[in-house]
């Protein structure tokens, strides 16, 4: 079975968040499963690209609105990622240092969806399985049904993946001159409320489409932005599936960005080693609990809560813990925990940004993860931080319900119901209970590290959505 995986992520190659983690692993379990996939992704100006050897596969013309620009496909050779990787570079369009933020991005998108299918059709290219990732490349199960151009690729089974469904891509009608030719009386597969909708057009159009968790599947159904009602008309084809995480890339025994390795049988010694390190670093103190927060400052993470959540959690435990968050985004969150950082300095450590051995340092040494979640489809850090024996405490929404089940259940985390700075601040006082207890911590923290989020599971579930 032949899969492209078109995402406007990948990782090493760009990453802004958990798409670009998702993207550069499942088609590598893919293939250790006997499939035939690789990535299809846009040229970015950056290091990836010219730290490996590629070759120039395919160069071409498209048309977009009245202009015409050049489509150049390039294939990295050495097939060090697990699986063929493919970028396409459109000079104009796809020729840029970063994934998102221009002015021009509904353009961006539809000349990669376009750029590709033109490839794939010139070229005689026909796949079993075109997967879609996100709103970005959900045109394409309309393009290759409705659109003369891709005639040859007509009736390819296509697959969405809701990764966020909060954003839609929603665009003007006047865009409509920048896609491949259709008929005008198709025009309603696009439209959602007098707005072309790529991600009502994905769920409409595609033979099969899944949320990366069952939690967040279900959630969907009443809280989709809008699109609830499509949602529940095309439910018999919607999948919940949990997303995996790579473990030859989180994997604390191996792991190259940390300065102490360790297993679960010496879990403890291990990450007191690498708090030791990290806390020197920012001056705290390492006999201390350490909670880290790790994300992009945005308000489905919940990260407008967190000066509230770092200020009470000090000052109403006396300064009995740490705190360290690592992220950027939202300017006004950031100011404002820079504040806290000079009141709280001996307590909390900011650094702005993102830093990939950062994070995982922060996985190894952290005694638990803050994840006061609005929305997550998934979630990939709960899954990182129990894969290096730290222990979530999450809201209990989406994916987060899916995969840490609370402590007085049976489980090995802390969950919260309300999205809210005093629930989160609540749980963090159970934490420092828990903490207290030598033995219960040195079992959660045994019992975490033993959950197998592998994507072989999920990968399985995924095969099973392409023979649908």
Request: charged share 20%.
């Amino acid at each position: 079975m032949k899969i492209f995986h078109l995402s406007m992520e990948c990782y090493p190659v760009a990453k802004v968040g958990g798409l670009a983690d998702v993207v550069g692993a499942l088609p590598k379990y893919q293939n250790k499963m006997g499939l035939d996939a690789s990535v299809i992704m846009p040229w970015y100006n950056k290091p990836f690209f010219y730290n490996h050897d590629f070759e120039l596969v395919f160069d071409g013309f498209i048309h977009q609105s009245f202009h015409m620009y050049q489509v150049q496909v390039f294939k990295e050779k050495s097939n060090v990622l697990g699986f063929d990787l493919y970028l396409v570079k459109i000079p104009g369009l796809l020729d840029r240092e970063n994934v998102y933020g221009y002015w021009d991005e509904s353009q961006q998108f539809i000349a990669f969806q376009h750029g590709v299918l033109h490839w794939l059709s010139a070229m005689q290219i026909r796949p079993d399985i075109l997967h879609c990732h996100d709103y970005h490349t959900g045109l394409v199960p309309f393009m290759i049904d409705n659109c003369y151009e891709f005639r040859f690729l007509k009736g390819v089974k296509t697959i969405g993946t809701i990764h966020n469904g909060e954003y839609q891509g929603s665009m003007d009608w006047q865009m409509s001159s920048f896609l491949p030719h259709f008929d005008g009386w198709k025009w309603g597969l696009l439209d959602w409320n007098g707005r072309i909708n790529p991600m009502a057009a994905m769920i409409k159009c595609c033979n099969a489409f899944n949320a990366v968790s069952s939690g967040y599947l279900e959630e969907l159904f009443y809280s989709f932005q809008g699109l609830e009602p499509l949602m529940n008309q095309e439910r018999q084809k919607a999948f919940g599936i949990i997303n995996g995480i790579d473990t030859e890339v989180w994997n604390p025994e191996t792991d190259d960005m940390l300065k102490f390795n360790y297993s679960k049988d010496y879990a403890q010694e291990g990450k007191w080693e690498n708090k030791k390190v990290i806390c020197a670093e920012y001056g705290l103190n390492p006999n201390l609990p350490l909670f880290g927060f790790i994300g992009r400052f945005a308000g489905e993470k919940g990260a407008d809560l967190l000066p509230e959540i770092v200020r009470k959690s000090i000052q109403e435990t006396n300064g009995s813990l740490n705190i360290i968050i690592l992220g950027s985004g939202n300017q006004q969150i950031e100011n404002e925990l820079k504040t806290l950082q000079s009141q709280f300095n001996i307590n909390f450590a900011l650094d702005l940004g993102y830093k990939e051995y950062l994070s995982h340092q922060i996985y190894a040494s952290a005694d638990f993860l803050l994840m006061p979640s609005r929305v997550e489809p998934c979630g990939l850090n709960q899954m990182y931080s129990m894969r290096y024996g730290t222990i979530p405490i999450v809201r209990y929404t989406g994916g987060l319900r899916d995969t840490v089940q609370d402590i007085s259940t049976g489980g090995a985390g802390l969950n919260f119901t309300f999205p809210g700075a005093d629930d989160a601040v609540h749980a963090i006082k159970r934490a420092l209970h828990i903490y207290s207890q030598k033995d219960l911590m040195k079992e959660l923290i045994y019992s975490n590290m033993s959950f197998d989020f592998s994507w072989e599971k999920s990968a399985k579930k995924y095969l099973e959505m392409y023979n649908y």
